[in-house]
Structure formats: C-alpha cells, structure tokens
C-alpha cells in the first residue's frame, strides 16, 4: 500500500536510520535523539549506563622518610687486638 494518501493530522516522514517512508504517528523517538520506524527502535544498552567505582590507589598513611644517619658506624672492632685499617703496598702473586 503506497504512503502517499490522506489522513488527517498525519503526514509523510522518513525513518531515520533506514530511510523508509512512513507516516508520522508510525514513528517514535528513539535514545539518540533519531526519529524511527518500529524496526529500527531500540534501548540504550544497559551496559552504557554504567558508572565503575573510584578506585582508591593510595596508601592509607605515611610519614616521611627519615633522615640519613651522618655518623656511621666504625668498623674497627675494639675487642680483637691489632687490626690493619691501611691498605697494603704492592700486588699479589697468588702465594699463600
Ligand atoms: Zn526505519
């Protein structure tokens, strides 16, 4: 049956998505704002609408860093007679 007829308050329109001729009141309005026909009509997906939580990537507490120790301690043992804190002269020749 051709479109091309009278009916009152109704008039011809053309499906946005597929491009068809239609009467006016065969269309609806669709999420996106398109004007379509039956076929063409569809939900936003669901999917689309959802919100992913804020993830908290940061530690709970700090405190800052210490600050470096200036006085080492020594390394010369008080308690095991002479010790060498020089480095010996000349080279090694593999003898023990
Ligand atoms: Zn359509």
Redesign the pocket.
Known sequence: MSLNYYKPGDWNAI??????K?KASQ?RKRWDEFM??????ETRHPQELIRAPIEKVGVEWTRPEAPDVEDGPSYISESSGNQETTIPSGTFDGSL
Not at 15 to 20: L, M, T
Not at 36 to 41: G, P, Q, R, S
Request: glycine residues 8%; negative net charge.
């Open positions: 499906c946005d998505s597929c491009g068809f239609f269309l379509v026909c039956e076929n063409d009509w």
